[in-house]
Nanobody
Framework: QVQLAESGGGLVQAGGSLRLSCAGS????????MGWFRQAPGKEREFVAS????????YYTRSVRDRFNISRDMSQNMVTLQMNSLKPEDTAVYYC????????????????WGQGTQVTVSS
């Protein structure tokens, strides 16, 4: 089956760092946009960051800009999210996503979703 599997979540103190990884399987995602969404308790799922497949631009939501970095490995089937200077408000379940269109901030453009990995940032 086609799937995305996240890893790297955990508990970290404010100001610390975590690195999330996402491995795709079942198909090649080399021609797909890939990215990350997150959902905090009681809140709507929100866009975090994404990368397209045909251009190098990375896109970030304003709340993580200059703190997070998204990248893809040579296989084009993996995406990572380096999270630095973490804040308690970053606490959420983080979802890896992939879609056939250019990188966007809309969840409707991504048809493959991982199961999510929990990130908890303590004060």
């Amino acid at each position: 089956q086609v799937q995305l599997a996240e890893s790297g979540g955990g508990l970290v103190q404010a100001g610390g760092s975590l690195r999330l990884s996402c491995a795709g399987s079942g198909r090649s995602f080399s021609d797909y946009a890939m990215g990350w969404f997150r959902q905090a308790p009681g809140k709507e799922r929100e866009f975090v960051a994404s990368l397209g497949w045909y251009e190098g631009s990375a896109y970030y939501t304003r709340s993580v800009r200059d703190r997070f970095n998204i990248s893809r490995d040579m296989s084009q089937n993996m995406v990572t999210l380096q999270m630095n200077s973490l804040k308690p408000e970053d606490t959420a379940v983080y979802y890896c996503v992939a879609g056939p269109l250019i990188a966007t901030t809309s969840r409707w453009d991504y048809n493959y979703w991982g199961q999510g990995t929990q990130v908890t940032v303590s004060s």
